[in-house]
Structures are given as C-alpha cells and as structure tokens.
C-alpha cells in the first residue's frame, strides 16, 4: 500500500542549531507534498510545500528538499528555536485532483536550550 | 478570527452514546475533511466534502456519518461509540482546483470513550 514513512521519530537539537528531519514515500505519483507542524494541543500547521516539478524550496527559515529518485523529502530549519520544538510531518497527495492527503508517522522535534 | 474552529474541543462519553462534532470554517473552501490521529500521533483522513459532495470515504466504520448541511459546515456523527474511536478529530478545508491541496486545520477535538 502507499505510506509515508520517517526515518526518526525522535529529534533533540541545540538552540541555534540547524535541524534535518527525513520522510520517506513510497508513491511515485504523489506530485505535491507538504510539511506540516504540530504543536502540544494544536492542529497540524502548514510549513512549506513543494511540487514534484521541483527540488528544492526555501522558506523563512525553512528549506524543503525532495529528491524524486529515490522518493525522500526533508525538511531543513535553520538557526532553531526553543519555538519549533513540535511534531513534524510530511504529507503527500496521490495525484493532481485527488484530494487525499497521506501523512507520515512524524518526528518529535526539541529544541534544548 | 479562526479560519477552522470545531466544537467542542474535548469530549468524554461513555460507551454505546451517540455524540456529534461541529467544524465550521470561514476561509470560503469548498473541500472539508475530517482526520483521525491515534494516541501515536498518526494522522489518517476519514472523510472528504466538497461542495457538500462526499468523494472520499476512507475504510471508516458505518457508525461514523459526516453531514455537509453546506460548503461551510462538515459534521461527523459517531453512533454506538466505542473506547478504539477516543482519538483526537481533526477537521480540515482547502480550495479544490489549485494545484497544490493545502489543507488548514482546525484545533481538534479530543473524544475520549469510557
């Protein structure tokens, strides 16, 4: 079946650091992905989003990466802040037209101060 | 000024009760969803709306029925409850006919089943 999947559920990254986290999705088709924050209490919020025409998107602070070869997505935040302590996830849509979107498991992001 | 709020955010009932969720959203979409995250934290949509049209019903049980009275306005209905369905529902809206599916969620509602 399709999934998106992480390769770590845990991420723990010093204030200022730059931080990496990784999905993996199994769907050759999926042509839109997109990063979602999830914070304590919250609903998912979006972050960046990228179409399968590109490789690379950057936003304040945020770079998304998606590397169609090998079906793997990443997201890059750079000079991380006690605030982006959440949980990540990855989402992709099967498909133009089709409005279902498959999240990944998501990895806990924190930050230590 | 939210954009998705559903109602009411939490939510304890005892097994066998019937008990509804409201989503409203005022950012003029005409698609809306609902979303199951499990105590894991996966996300797993349920059901998708558009123009008070159903075009996506995931393997969702029958005791589970959405209603889209219009655009605005996605309930989900849950019969019978049981203790599997206490989860977080998320309830969503994006505009369908971009290329890109950008949904924007609501606060949840944590149902919890006893």
Known sequence: GESVGLHLPTLSVQEGDNSIINCAYSNSASDYFIWYKQESGKGPQFIIDIRSNMDKRQGQRVTVLLNKTVKHLSLQIAATQPGDSAVYFCAERAGFGNEKLTFGTGTRLTIIP | ?114
């Open chain 2, 1 to 114: 000024d939210t954009a998705v709020s559903q109602t009411p955010k939490y939510l304890v009932t005892q097994m066998g009760n019937d008990k509804s969720i409201k989503c409203e959203q005022n950012l003029g979409h005409d698609t809306m969803y609902w979303y199951k995250q499990d105590s894991k934290k996966f996300l797993k949509i349920m059901f998708s709306y558009n123009n008070k049209e159903l075009i996506i019903n995931e393997t969702v049980p029958n005791r589970f029925s959405p209603k889209s009275p219009d655009k605005a306005h996605l309930n989900l209905h849950i019969n019978s409850l049981e203790l599997g369905d206490s989860a977080v529902y998320f309830c969503a809206s994006s505009k369908r006919g971009r290329s890109g599916t950008e949904a924007f969620f609501g606060q949840g509602t944590r149902l919890t089943v006893v």
